[in-house]
């Protein structure tokens, strides 16, 4: 059984801060390998990833090395937060359905308040760690 204190701490690990081109956005991480490992991977200071647009619906960009994943046949919604293909991460503001492994979800944005943010060519997506 875990104590209350290592269960804390490694709720602090997985408490990342996002932003997209400098904007802090609000993320419901799920607790998973994968989130674990990219917490690691942004401890310290941080980890930018650049991202181009994808077929008109999410933002994708190299991390640089293979997280561990898991990944299902899902449908992903906008403000969905995935990782693709181990080392991609994935943010969408439309929907399409593909074997990701879900990292998270942008809280508090409309769907046409993500496209706003996240529907350019190009974005900054940043992780630091809380």
């Not at 647009?53 to 899902?74: H, K, M, N, R, W």
Request: charged content about 20%.
């Amino acid at each position: 059984m875990q104590s209350a204190e290592s269960s804390t701490e490694e709720d602090k690990m997985t408490e990342m801060i996002l932003k997209i081109n400098g904007e802090e956005v609000n993320v419901t991480w799920e607790d998973n390998d994968s989130v674990r490992a990219l917490a690691e991977l942004a401890a310290g200071s941080g980890l930018t990833a650049e991202t181009s647009i994808y077929g008109g619906f999410e933002q994708v960009g190299g991390l640089g090395t293979a997280l561990p994943s898991s990944d299902t046949q899902q449908t992903a919604q906008p403000g969905d937060i995935m990782l693709y293909s181990s080392s991609n991460i994935v943010v969408f503001f439309g929907n399409n359905s593909w074997a990701y492994t879900k990292l998270g979800h942008i809280e508090g944005k409309s769907a046409d308040e993500l496209r706003a943010l996240l529907g350019g060519e190009t974005c900054e997506i940043t992780l630091l760690p809380n």
